[in-house]
């Protein structure tokens, strides 16, 4: 049975690895390790079913970490480097988690995270490097421990944060399964077969952050497969091509905007790297505009696999062929999934009538600590992300708009509810509503439309110090790219938001307003 440990004992000098530094890593150096820290955590972690947090760069720890986890009965859940202290902090408390799993450069975000969740300083590990401010080093943490497998080893789950229409990240947590890790990956390699990615021989590029369900989901299918995965530290679309050239890279996973960096190359960079080892690049996140996707193939060839879901679970599919058949649309419904269009009152719309996307057949999960959330995502048994849009006469799904508040930025989601809050603090600012324009690179940019508050007069410097104050209290990547100030957002008769109103007025206009 082809699964990770498998390699691990069959092929030890096989190369699991390159991290981002060039070091090549063995399947057997890969699996010892993760033995190791799993046995150390599993004396630590008594609990079944209790979660080990990680806030680590796009590395090899990442995977070292989740191997380890992840064949134990426990929930691993990785965190956004990109986060601030107090946002880490939220998720290290909302998770319960009882280890924190980190690295030199985060390690003062970790601390900082840790002291506000209430996490013993003694229970962050650094895992390349030294102990420091009373955390522990990863060398102690595992002294003494073999390398064998240990005992009690049951397949573990990922448990991935998405933003919830409150601004506050979610836990989307499924069940453990009692299965053996090998009988889990089993499943996994099943999976790989829809995008050609389970054949014997690979050789998979990392290009985005481990921290997001789909990066890390497919590197760990590569890693059960038997392939080499190659991280790069970050997205660079001439280091990508030329670690697809000098790799001979196999297969990949990308967001749209990454297809956009890559077509705004000159064309003489993009014909000087050879890319003909590609069998597959899998894409999800964003919607990707036609002209790119026609582009992209045009240029490497019917090899593109977008599968549309979320953290929640994959709903459809569909390859280069079938999408040049029916242009825009995110594919049919996979083996097992049944997808139907309601309307507002619940009823199943017809084919071609848009509708909210509901679905059945992706796996029993629920969002952790938010029973209401659960349910409000429930119709009938059936799930939904809030996402809009249509089936033609094939099943072939075409989505007309995300959910109603929804930002997918460069692939990762942004709710503007938090935004919003971050905003409304500051002392010059009456109200203030946040949208997503579209943007040729990013797919949609973050824009914030702010009533200034009674004697403050718009300006450039009001709108940097509104934006120096939100980045004190958000990730960077969601503090507004453009500030427009007006004389008010448009509301409802009970004080709500009205989103929808405020993204077609910005759409139409000739620009978002002023920028800064």
């Excluded at 150390?40 to 590395?59: F, H, K, Q, Y």
């Excluded at 062929?321 to 139907?340: E, K």
């Excluded at 004190?472 to 008769?493: N, Q, Y």
Aim: hydrophobic letters at 40%; proline letters at 6%; one cysteine or more.
């Amino acid at each position: 049975m082809r699964s990770f440990t498998g390699y691990a004992r069959s092929a030890p000098s096989r190369i699991a690895v390159v991290d981002r530094d060039g070091r090549r890593i063995g399947y057997g150096e890969l699996s010892e390790r993760a033995n190791r820290l799993a046995r150390a955590v599993a004396a630590s972690v008594d609990r079944e079913g209790a979660t080990v947090a990680a806030l680590l760069p796009n590395s090899g720890l990442v995977l070292l970490a989740e191997r380890a986890v992840t064949q134990l009965p426990l929930y691993f859940t990785p965190i956004n480097w990109h986060l601030t202290a107090a946002e880490a902090g939220y998720i290290l408390a909302d998770s319960g988690a009882r280890l924190l799993l980190t690295a030199v450069e985060f390690a003062g975000t970790a601390l900082e995270a840790a002291d506000r969740a209430g996490m013993p300083r003694e229970r962050v590990i650094v895992m390349d490097g030294d102990g420091r401010d009373g955390c522990t080093a990863l060398a102690d943490f595992i002294a003494d421990q073999p390398a064998d497998p240990p005992e009690g080893r049951a397949a573990g789950q990922r448990m991935l944060y998405t933003s919830g229409t409150t601004g506050r990240p979610k836990g989307v947590r499924r069940p453990l399964t009692g299965l053996s890790p090998e009988r889990a990956a089993a499943a996994v390699l099943k999976r790989a077969e829809l995008y050609g990615a389970d054949h014997e021989e690979g050789r998979y590029l990392s290009v985005a952050p481990l921290y997001h369900a789909a990066p890390l989901a497919y590197a760990v299918q590569a890693l059960e497969a038997g392939h080499t995965v190659v991280i790069l530290p970050r997205w660079e679309p001439v280091a990508a091509l030329r670690a697809i050239e000098e790799h001979t890279i196999t297969w990949t996973y990308m967001v749209p905007m990454m297809f956009a960096d890559l077509l705004g190359l000159p064309p003489e960079v993009r014909a000087g790297h050879e890319t003909g080892s590609l069998r597959s690049v899998v894409h999800t996140a964003a919607p990707c505009p036609v002209h790119v996707k026609k582009a992209v193939i045009d240029w490497l060839g019917p090899i593109l696999a977008e599968i549309y879901g979320g953290t929640e679970g994959g709903v459809t599919f569909i390859d280069s062929a079938q999408w040049l058949a029916h242009p825009g649309s995110v594919g049919r419904a996979r083996a097992g999934v049944r997808i139907r269009i309601l309307d507002e009152s619940g009823r199943e719309v017809g084919p071609g009538e848009v509708g909210r996307v509901h679905f059945s057949g992706t796996g029993t999960f629920e969002y952790w600590n938010d029973p209401a959330k659960t349910a409000a995502s429930r119709v009938g048994g059936m799930t939904t992300l809030g996402d809009v849009g249509r089936l033609d006469q094939d099943g072939y799904l075409y989505l007309s708009d995300r959910a109603a508040d929804l930002i997918i930025s460069g692939g990762v989601n942004i709710y503007p509810a938090e935004i919003e809050s971050a905003l409304l603090e500051h002392p010059g600012v009456r109200d203030a509503g946040v949208v997503g324009v579209p943007d040729d690179r990013w797919g949609e940019r973050v824009v914030a439309v702010v009533v200034p508050a009674a004697g403050t007069a718009p300006s450039d410097a009001l709108a940097a110090s509104i934006r120096d104050f939100a980045r004190e209290r958000i990730a960077g990547f969601k503090v507004p790219k453009d500030i427009e100030f007006r004389a008010e957002v448009p509301r409802s008769d009970v004080g709500k938001l009205l989103r929808r109103e405020l993204r077609a007025s910005l759409r139409a206009a000739t620009g978002t307003g002023r920028e800064h």
